[in-house]
């Protein structure tokens, strides 16, 4: 979120750009860990994105940062970097790279994700992220095994794109994209096997639940998280939360397990949206859900699932399927995708008319 002026005529694009890394785990380097990048490399490394850190909590599992915008996670392989506004993500990958080999000892990337739903005011985003075909130009020019989707037909003025890495017949790629590292056909570690995440993009919201989100309605990031009901989505999480001045609101949640839950609210009634995402361990995602369209009442929503092959999850991507109506919200799409290391369900939903 940006702190602005109540009375300053602006737009923010809510709608966040999402990178999630897999690095690969090799017997030469068994106790490589990402938490050893320095914390002073990693906000030097944020620079280059258009953002800075809030806030920071951390469990044996998970480094979790609050960020002017949006969030940070860093565990001992996976790096996940989600920001909204005009921030520019894919400008930091190159240094990343170096600093993961240089403190972790990672050469080589197992899994890479490049996500987001499409943006309000494309115009006034930075660099190559002013169009999907220049993010994927960029991309394809670092990564030689990439895959590039589409979700939605945007005959609702939604659609989702994705960037992932597809299955050498060899080997995975480095910054460079020279083969080296596992071969995909080799085992997946414990940790990528049972993974599975579960995205929920809602735009369009209800006005009297976005005023909460505001310094003049909640004094504090913790009364509006408990007026709010955020608190009761994922019980047992460690929250921490951060109210901007005059509007907005981020919070990150995490368990001792390693398990994360994110929320990012942009309140202006011009632009409302709010995203959620989490990691939990679940057979179906169902309830959740309901939750969290109860809790913030959205217009539409894009819901997406990944999971991969040994997951919990990976019998609600075939749930969905036959999930036509949630509550008030009825499905429009929905697209499934098998990827290198996981299965993919895009759906969208949108209200029934009053």
């Known amino acids: 979120m940006e702190e602005v002026s109540a009375f300053e005529n602006h737009y923010f694009e809510g709608v966040e750009k999402l990178l999630e890394i897999w690095f690969t785990q090799t017997e030469s380097n068994p106790t490589g860990d990402l938490r050893n990048i320095p914390r002073e490399k990693l906000e030097r490394l944020l620079k280059t994105v258009r953002c800075g850190v809030i806030s920071f909590s951390s469990n044996d599992e998970i480094d979790a940062y609050v960020l002017s915008e949006s969030s940070l996670f860093v565990a001992k392989r996976r790096f996940i970097l989600k920001t909204c506004g005009t921030t520019t993500p894919l400008m930091c990958l190159k240094s990343l ?24 005011r494309p ?12 993010e994927v130009k960029y991309l394809n020019a670092l990564f030689k095994n990439g895959v590039a989707y589409t979700m939605g037909t945007n005959d609702f003025g939604c659609q989702w794109y994705l960037y992932t890495l597809k299955p050498l017949s060899s080997s995975n790629s480095n910054i460079n994209g020279n083969p080296v590292g596992l071969s995909p056909k080799k085992k997946l570690n414990k940790d990528v096997a049972g993974d599975q995440t579960l995205e929920i993009l809602m735009t369009d919201l209800d006005p009297e639940i976005m005023s909460i989100f505001t310094k003049s309605a909640s004094s504090s990031a913790l009364e509006a998280t408990e007026k709010s009901g955020i608190d009761k989505i994922i019980p047992n999480m460690e929250i921490d939360a951060y109210l ?20 990012h609210i942009t309140p202006e009634p011009d632009f409302s949206y709010v995203s959620f995402e989490t990691n939990v361990q679940q057979a179906s995602y169902n309830e959740i859900i309901a939750l969290v369209l109860e809790t913030f009442q959205p217009a539409q929503f894009v819901c997406t699932v990944f999971a991969s092959k040994k997951s919990a999850a990976l019998g609600s991507i075939r749930e969905m399927k036959y999930m036509k109506e949630v509550g008030k919200w009825s499905q429009q799409e929905i697209e499934f995708c098998s990827l290198k290391n996981y299965d993919l369900t895009y759906t969208f939903y949108s209200k029934f008319p009053s």
């Open 123 to 134: 115009e006034l985003q930075k660099s190559v992220h002013r169009s999907f075909d220049q």
């Open 244 to 263: 901007f001045e005059p509007c907005g609101y981020s919070m990150n949640g995490i368990s001792k397990d390693g398990y994360y839950m994110t929320i």
């Open 97 to 120: 790279l170096m600093l993961v080999e240089q403190y972790a000892g990672f050469t080589s990337v197992e899994d890479l994700f490049y996500s987001r739903k499409n943006f309000k």
